[in-house]
């Protein structure tokens, strides 16, 4: 499963939080408020109830009403009862409980149906064992509908405000960690390409991205002095062997002249030259993939014929290719012109070529094409040989990689082990690149992109 970027987890997060305490937020003000109005109703209607009992008058034993008392002020009913608990004066809502009993001074809250009434009952003594009951009656059914459509509104915003603050976050995080993705994208750059020289900018804030594109400067600074070391290192100790290797080499020929040696002589002195050309063809490679290592200040670029070029690799090697009975055969196109480095060009394809030819099968194929397409060259070597395993395919253009020991055995392969890391050296110091697809057991197909000379 593909894990989130730290922007997208970053906004969750902050979004997350964000809805939980909004949401918090809103019920904690809906409660409030809502016992908030509760509670006014419950001191109206107590207050309302009380004056209501005022305009009563409590004589003798007996009480008197006002025949023009009005049993309904400001949303509230009035009834009296007697203490028996029967209606004697004023009227109830049409929906409400007749049977709903009297308690003395509590408010309570009546449900019918969809409608709900707040209720306050109060008892006054007018004579000896004489009680009337006083009830309040108002309908808080329209304030809870108020209640439950602003309810419903923040239910029909909540998701959309969410949105709204995620993506307003995810804008925020993205700007915040822009600079990660500049050192991201510009650390990509200097680890893939030839120029190590190359360094992140610095931001002028002085904040934590500066100290983070500091020490990948300084961390850039280590690789680039290594590298350098090391493309100096194999220079030069190729270099020094040179001139020792060609002494033995020139040395050994020169024995193996001398007709006083005896037989077994002279294979001993054969096994030493032979070793010292491998070493000597060895130092040739290792200092040519260190002179593409350098830059091209190093190479001599001209217009080469590549079409000229890859028709004399394949007449070169077509003995080497006669002796595993392997059929080369070409599909060029002629005229195609790439400026470069001709010795090195040269190298590149007859490195891809004789790779072929060593891993392909005996009275087996390989094919050469050669065709311009999107303004540039394009090279093909195909082999019909063992093929290479998938886990090897990112590896193979490593020094001295070998993808199957055993098999280099079985097919007497006399390679250093340089040959594709040559080529990829040389693509790329030429501003092409290599690609490889390789199926075990059916074949190799090497494909080599070059600028094209306008």
């Known amino acids: ?35 908030l109005e509760l509670s006014k109703t419950e001191e109206d209607l107590q207050g309302m109830v009380a004056d209501f009992a005022d305009e009563i008058e409590f004589q003798n034993g007996t ?7 009005d049993y309904y002020d400001d949303g509230v009913m009035f009834c009296i009862y007697d203490q028996e608990g029967r209606l004697l004066h004023g009227s109830m809502p049409v929906e409400f409980p007749k049977e709903t009993k009297l308690q003395s001074h509590e408010v309570r809250n009546i449900k019918q149906g969809s409608k709900q009434w707040m209720i306050y009952d109060a008892a006054y ?3 000896i064992g004489k009680a009337i009951w006083i009830r309040g009656i108002v309908s808080i059914h329209g304030m809870e509908q108020i209640m439950h459509m602003v309810l419903l509104a923040f239910l029909a915003v909540y998701p959309l405000l969410i949105l709204a603050i995620g993506l307003i976050g995810y804008m925020m995080t993205k700007r915040a960690l822009k600079p990660v993705d500049d050192i991201c994208t510009t650390a990509g750059e200097i680890s893939s390409g030839a120029d190590l020289s190359k360094r992140l900018p610095e931001p002028k804030s002085e904040d934590e991205m500066r100290q983070l594109t500091c020490t990948f ?72 993939i260190a002179r593409c290592e350098r830059g091209k200040e190093n190479f001599q670029f001209e217009p080469v014929d590549m079409s000229m070029l890859a028709e004399m690799t394949l007449e070169e090697l077509s003995q080497r290719a006669g002796e595993k009975r392997i059929h080369l055969l070409s599909e060029i196109e002629p005229g195609l012109t790439a400026r470069g480095d001709q010795m090195l060009l040269t190298r590149m394809l007859i490195n891809l070529v004789e790779n072929s030819i060593d891993y392909g099968k005996r009275n087996g194929i390989v094919k050469v094409s ?24 990112d590896k193979i253009w490593n020094r001295f990689y070998r ?52």
């Open 125 to 127: 003594q007018y004579g």
């Open 63 to 69: 009480y008197y009403l006002d025949p023009e008392v």
């Open 217 to 288: 400067n300084e961390m850039f600074d280590r690789l680039e002095a290594s590298f350098e070391d090391e493309k100096q290192f194999t220079s030069d100790v190729s270099h020094e062997l040179r001139t020792p290797v060609s002494v033995i080499i020139a040395q050994c020929e020169y024995a193996l002249e001398e007709d006083t040696l005896s037989e077994e002589q002279k294979h001993e002195i054969q096994i030493v030259l032979r070793q010292a050309k491998k070493m000597s063809d060895l130092i040739s490679q290792l200092l040519m």
């Open 403 to 454: 993808a199957d020991r055993s098999r280099n055995s079985q097919n007497q392969v006399r390679g250093t082990g340089l040959g594709l890391s040559m080529v990829w050296k040389i693509a790329q110091a030429h501003g092409g690149h290599m690609s490889l697809e390789s199926v075990p057991g059916q074949g190799s197909s090497f494909t080599l992109y070059l600028p094209a000379e306008r």
């Open 1 to 35: 499963m593909r894990r989130f970027s730290i922007k997208k987890r970053v906004t969750l997060w902050y979004t997350g939080m964000i809805a939980v305490v909004l949401a918090a937020v809103f019920a904690g003000v809906f409660i409030f408020i809502n016992q």
């Open 370 to 393: 050669l065709f311009k397409k999107d303004g540039k060259i394009r090279g093909i070597v195909k082999d019909d040989g063992q093929g290479i395993g998938a886990e090897h395919l």
